[in-house]
């Protein structure tokens, strides 16, 4: 069975699952998803705790031996198997679907601690017998557009209600890290009263940016036409230290891939099968994103910005008098429905310095 995190609390208070699964990467969510879990264990009278660690060399019968072992103190434990980003492999396959057959008949706790796992493991035979007889509860990082609803409820655990436009604020200079946001609202609160309510200007004055952006954030960004985002998040990832070529092999790879779609499209099919046909395939939920970017950029566009692109690599390796950043800015905001300046300019496109050839 699977259950979102806003929803752990009232599954657990159903029922305590002999099998929970934790899997994600967002560190907030996944810490407090494990913590309840083991809050409830503990109510229902489950004192032990025991903590298998799979790292390099681990021994996968140590689960087995673990539930099949007798307690001198407690008639049931809780098992925690830290999993983190690694694969179980064929022995750890057959370990857990085993540990999954007998678990009906165990009064024991299993709690699996993951990172973010890739499709083949959730449809792995392993993973669908454990999630068969217990939950996993994906954690996913939330979406920017849904986050300030987020940064609003959490506001309420600690007493505070934020207005709408504080509550984008935090929102804004939180992105990509909850934990600094959850930071930031027991800082508020404590500096301002109970049931207070903010305004952006309070917010403002309180909390300083803690965004967090990755590569992915910034092409999504672009084929959403969210034109400040992807100028800002340029800004972030060079602030972050992210280096450039990852930067403009993330909107290249992009690029190409609406040329692709775009050229499939004008072969006479349609966007699902144009996207159908990638390699890798673009999953269905982002398919509008490449829909919309292709109504606002048309092939001779698309074209150019590609072009843009390479002399973007050519001034990072010194052959193209470009600025970097501010280049690689433009390139964002152009893809994202703008106009940059420099992906306007004529100069941009030029490979040596005028009077140099």
Same mark, same amino acid.
């Given at each position: 069975?699977?259950?979102?995190?806003?929803?752990?609390?009232?599954?657990?208070?159903?029922? +305590? $699952?002999?099998?929970? #699964?934790?899997?994600?990467?967002?560190?907030?969510?996944?810490?407090?998803?494990?913590?309840? #879990?083991? *809050?409830?264990?503990?109510?229902?009278?489950?004192?032990?705790?025991?903590?298998?660690?799979?790292?390099? %060399?681990?021994? /996968?019968?140590?689960?087995?031996?673990?539930?099949?072992?007798?307690?001198?103190?407690?008639t049931s434990r809780l098992i925690?198997?830290?999993?983190?980003?690694?694969?179980?492999?064929?022995?750890?396959?057959r370990a857990l679907e085993a540990?999954?057959?007998?678990?009906?008949?165990?009064?024991?706790?299993?709690?699996?601690?993951?990172?973010?796992?890739?499709?083949?493991?959730?449809? $792995?035979? /392993?993973?669908?017998?454990?999630?068969?007889?217990?939950?996993?509860? @994906?954690?996913?990082?939330? &979406?920017?557009?849904?986050?300030?609803?987020?940064?609003?409820?959490?506001?309420?655990?600690?007493?505070?209600?934020?207005?709408?436009?504080?509550?984008?604020?935090?929102?804004?200079?939180? =992105?990509?890290?909850?934990?600094?946001?959850?930071?930031?609202?027991?800082?508020?609160?404590?500096? *301002?009263?109970?049931?207070?309510?903010?305004?952006?200007?309070?917010?403002?004055?309180?909390?300083? &940016?803690?965004?967090?952006? &990755?590569?992915?954030?910034?092409?999504?960004?672009? +084929?959403?036409? =969210?034109?400040?985002?992807?100028?800002?998040?340029?800004?972030?990832?060079? =602030? =972050?230290?992210?280096?450039?070529?990852?930067?403009?092999?993330?909107?290249?790879?992009?690029?190409?891939?609406?040329?692709?779609?775009?050229?499939?499209? &004008?072969?006479?099919? !349609?966007?699902?099968?144009?996207?159908?046909?990638?390699? @890798?395939?673009? @999953?269905?939920?982002?398919?509008?994103?490449?829909?919309?970017?292709?109504?606002?950029?048309?092939?001779?566009?698309?074209?150019?910005?590609?072009?843009? !692109?390479?002399?973007?690599?050519?001034? #990072?390796?010194?052959?193209?008098?470009?600025?970097? /950043?501010?280049?690689?800015?433009?390139?964002? +905001?152009?893809?994202?429905?703008?106009? %940059?300046?420099l992906a306007e300019m004529a100069?941009?496109?030029?490979?040596?310095? @005028?009077?140099?050839?």
């Amino acid at each position: 069975m699977r259950v979102y995190p806003d929803k752990l609390s009232e599954q657990l208070a159903r029922k +305590l $699952s002999p099998i929970y #699964i934790v899997a994600g990467e967002e560190p907030l969510l996944h810490m407090e998803a494990c913590d309840a #879990i083991r *809050h409830r264990a503990r109510e229902a009278g489950v004192e032990e705790r025991e903590i298998l660690q799979v790292e390099q %060399g681990f021994g /996968w019968h140590q689960l087995m031996e673990s539930a099949n072992s007798l307690s001198l103190f407690a008639t049931s434990r809780l098992i925690e198997l830290r999993l983190g980003s690694q694969s179980p492999g064929q022995e750890g396959a057959r370990a857990l679907e085993a540990y999954a057959q007998q678990a009906d008949s165990s009064s024991d706790i299993l709690l699996i601690s993951a990172g973010r796992m890739e499709r083949r493991l959730l449809q $792995s035979k /392993w993973f669908k017998t454990l999630e068969s007889k217990g939950v996993h509860v @994906p954690v996913w990082p939330i &979406d920017h557009q849904r986050l300030h609803f987020w940064v609003r409820d959490r506001a309420g655990r600690h007493g505070l209600e934020l207005d709408q436009e504080a509550a984008r604020l935090l929102a804004e200079r939180t =992105e990509g890290n909850l934990l600094a946001a959850d930071q930031a609202l027991i800082r508020l609160a404590l500096v *301002h009263p109970a049931g207070a309510r903010l305004n952006a200007q309070a917010v403002a004055a309180d909390t300083e &940016d803690s965004a967090r952006f &990755d590569v992915f954030n910034l092409t999504d960004a672009c +084929l959403r036409g =969210e034109r400040d985002r992807a100028v800002r998040i340029v800004s972030g990832l060079r =602030e =972050e230290g992210i280096e450039a070529p990852v930067v403009l092999w993330a909107l290249t790879r992009e690029l190409r891939t609406l040329l692709s779609v775009r050229q499939h499209m &004008d072969q006479g099919q !349609s966007l699902e099968h144009a996207c159908k046909a990638q390699r @890798p395939m673009i @999953p269905e939920k982002r398919r509008p994103q490449y829909q919309q970017a292709l109504k606002r950029l048309p092939l001779k566009r698309l074209h150019k910005l590609l072009l843009l !692109s390479q002399r973007i690599d050519q001034a #990072i390796k010194g052959a193209a008098p470009l600025p970097t /950043w501010a280049s690689l800015a433009d390139l964002a +905001l152009t893809l994202a429905g703008g106009r %940059g300046m420099l992906a306007e300019m004529a100069d941009s496109y030029r490979t040596t310095l @005028p009077g140099r050839g």
